[in-house]
């Protein structure tokens, strides 16, 4: 123990002098979790160490070690100008605006990638104002991928039928997602008289985005 972490001895009678020094020693002293190397026993519930190899902390639960989530692992998209298809029936991706404030999620190269730094479960909010200028039927279909590859019922439709029609869409989904994964968010629409369509700010309104995509980590 380093002569800083020591505590104060008791020196003389003064030992208000020294209970003063105590308390100043115990509120400034914090105890620094023991490293876990592998191989450490998870049989007694409520131990809590540090993984090394995964730089996070761990508490044994059940007769296993579980991850401590700590603050991170979340971001905020949305999109400040109108989407618009440049062929019917053709499958885009959405790419968002650079997010701000966000923790350990990016966007990827190419822009439409969301990139996940840690391995988790994640809380996907998406949402899109979606209009029309055809007084026909204009469908419009969304759906999120990872690395690539469509979620399996993961898509979601809904159709306009009137000129100026305007709804927003929205869906909450959870992933479970490795660190390195990307996700993007497809759309296609049946008409491009359809679009995803933004609003500027107008006093007293604020501005109304074109689509919303909120990331938030539950747990490893």
Same mark, same amino acid.
Not at 46 to 57: L, S, V
Not at 103 to 122: C, M, Q
């Given at each position: 123990?380093? /002569?800083?972490?020591?505590?104060?001895?008791?020196?003389?009678?003064?030992?208000?002098?020294?209970?003063?020094?105590?308390?100043?020693?115990?509120? /400034?002293?914090?105890?620094?979790?023991? /490293?876990?190397?592998?191989?450490?026993? #998870?049989?007694?519930?409520?131990?809590?160490?540090?993984?090394?190899?995964?730089?996070?902390?761990?508490?044994?639960?059940?007769?296993?070690?579980?991850? =401590? +989530?700590?603050e991170g692992g979340h971001?905020?998209?949305?999109?400040?100008?109108? +989407?618009?298809?440049? /062929? #019917?029936?053709?499958?885009?991706?959405?790419?968002?605006?650079?997010?701000?404030?966000?923790?350990? =999620?990016?966007?990827?190269?190419?822009?439409?990638?969301?990139?996940?730094?840690?391995?988790?479960?994640?809380?996907?909010?998406?949402? #899109?104002?979606?209009?029309?200028?055809? #007084?026909?039927?204009?469908?419009?279909?969304?759906?999120?991928? +990872?690395?690539?590859? $469509?979620?399996?019922?993961?898509?979601?439709?809904? $159709?306009?039928?009137?000129?100026?029609?305007?709804?927003?869409?929205?869906?909450?989904q959870i992933f479970t997602?490795?660190a390195g994964d990307y996700?993007?968010?497809?759309?296609? =629409?049946?008409?491009?008289?359809?679009?995803?369509?933004?609003? $500027?700010?107008?006093?007293?309104?604020?501005?109304?985005?074109?689509?919303?995509?909120?990331?938030?980590?539950?747990?490893?």
């Amino acid at each position: 123990m380093t /002569q800083q972490n020591r505590p104060p001895e008791p020196r003389g009678e003064d030992w208000k002098t020294w209970g003063r020094r105590m308390m100043q020693f115990m509120s /400034q002293t914090r105890s620094a979790l023991v /490293q876990q190397t592998g191989g450490e026993n #998870a049989a007694d519930d409520g131990t809590i160490m540090w993984d090394r190899g995964g730089k996070y902390p761990v508490v044994s639960e059940g007769g296993e070690w579980r991850q =401590i +989530v700590l603050e991170g692992g979340h971001a905020n998209f949305i999109i400040t100008a109108d +989407v618009t298809p440049s /062929q #019917a029936n053709t499958a885009y991706k959405l790419t968002y605006d650079a997010p701000s404030g966000n923790s350990k =999620i990016t966007r990827g190269s190419p822009t439409t990638r969301i990139v996940f730094e840690e391995a988790g479960e994640y809380i996907l909010s998406f949402s #899109a104002q979606i209009s029309s200028t055809s #007084a026909s039927t204009v469908h419009f279909y969304f759906w999120p991928s +990872v690395n690539g590859t $469509a979620v399996a019922n993961g898509a979601m439709t809904t $159709a306009l039928h009137q000129n100026n029609a305007t709804l927003v869409v929205s869906r909450t989904q959870i992933f479970t997602l490795s660190a390195g994964d990307y996700v993007e968010v497809n759309y296609l =629409i049946d008409n491009t008289s359809g679009f995803l369509n933004y609003t $500027a700010a107008s006093s007293p309104k604020p501005a109304l985005p074109a689509s919303t995509l909120s990331i938030t980590r539950t747990h490893a």
